[in-house]
């Protein structure tokens, strides 16, 4: 009786220390459950879930809706998703706002500031963004995290904080619209392990995992320089010094050094321009007092 309990034992444990392993296998990707753990959500409960609030920040926020651009941020995250352990289905969407910000919806819906584009100058800078994302879903850290709080529907924050910025005053005026707060407050904890499977996830999809201290060392800087330029979902817990030491570790360690990588391409410098070009025509929606070259639009400039 007491061998049998023993190995019984043995087994749980040899079991997480498999499951560790592989964790740390980029190889692996795919056949390891990153998702496991105490959840009250199946996934399509969790999939249903995401598309309601989907909905909510489709109709509040201002949705990009550039064919090209939309296609484009699409096509680099599915890429993305194909390289993950993510089990749901993903969308991605562009929110016209300019702070700094991503944020992914429990069951795989993924939306974009134009903000983070114009921060990121190559696409793997990017894509370590939307890896993140994509590791939160994959590792099902909303639902997880809610049902730990055992609460779906009790503490709510309003919109505006999900969205932050211009677009958040907005959602502000409209009024009422909360999403539960349990979806988005992501444990320090949650954070490195969606940071450690992201790098992993850009890297299998043939990305210098560079690209994403890249992004995190702007991001980092600009929470300093610029805190309201950061979204306040990024200010509970903000890039640091930590974070970047970790993520140059596990390249290191566990992302074996290969002769080439995706660093960027013409067409996410294209994109990029393109959407740089739309935001200089764009009108300011809230008066600032700063200085600023009037400059008369020409024919040639569409
Ligand atoms: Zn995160």
């Given at each position: 009786m007491r061998s049998i309990s023993t190995l019984l034992?043995?087994?749980?444990?040899?079991?997480g220390v498999w499951a560790e392993d592989k964790k740390k296998d980029p190889g692996q990707i795919g056949n390891r459950d990153v998702g496991k753990g105490v959840n009250f959500y199946s996934l399509e409960k969790e999939i249903a879930l995401g598309r309601q609030m989907a909905q909510e920040v489709q109709r509040e926020a201002k949705i990009n809706d550039d064919p090209i651009l939309s296609e484009y941020v699409n096509r680099v995250g599915q890429n993305l998703v194909r390289n993950s352990d993510a089990k749901v289905p993903f969308s991605f969407k562009?929110?016209?706002?300019?702070d700094l910000n991503a944020f992914?919806?429990?069951?795989?819906?993924?939306?974009?500031?134009?903000?983070?584009?114009?921060?990121?100058?190559?696409?793997?800078?990017?894509?370590?963004?939307?890896?993140?994302?994509?590791?939160?879903?994959?590792?099902?850290?909303?639902?997880?995290?809610?049902?730990?709080s055992q609460i779906a529907?009790?503490?709510?924050?309003?919109?505006?904080?999900?969205?932050?910025?211009?677009?958040?005053?907005?959602?502000?005026q409209a009024g009422g619209l909360a999403i539960p707060m349990t979806f988005l407050s992501f444990s320090r904890k949650d954070e490195s392990e969606a940071d450690y499977l992201g790098l992993q996830y850009m890297y299998a999809a043939g990305y210098d995992p560079n690209g994403a201290i890249s992004i995190f060392e702007k991001l980092e800087a600009l929470s300093r320089r610029k805190p309201g330029a950061v979204s306040r979902l990024f200010s509970t817990h903000p890039m640091d010094g930590d974070r970047i030491r970790n993520?140059?570790?596990e390249i290191q360690e566990i992302l074996p050094g290969r002769k080439e990588y995706v660093v960027s391409t013409s067409e996410y410098h294209d994109v990029r321009a393109r959407l740089l070009k739309f935001a200089s025509r764009r009108k300011p929606e809230e008066p600032d007092n700063r200085p600023r070259l009037i400059k008369?639009?020409?024919?040639h400039e569409n």
């Open positions: 034992l043995l087994a749980i444990v040899t079991d562009v929110i016209e706002a300019d992914a919806l429990p069951g795989g819906y993924v939306f974009v500031n134009t903000g983070l584009i114009v921060m990121a100058e190559e696409e793997d800078e990017f894509a370590g963004a939307v890896a993140h994302e994509i590791a939160h879903v994959a590792a099902r850290h909303m639902t997880r995290q809610a049902t730990k529907n009790i503490a709510t924050v309003p919109l505006s904080v999900l969205l932050g910025g211009w677009a958040g005053v907005a959602a502000r993520a140059e570790k008369p639009l020409t024919p």
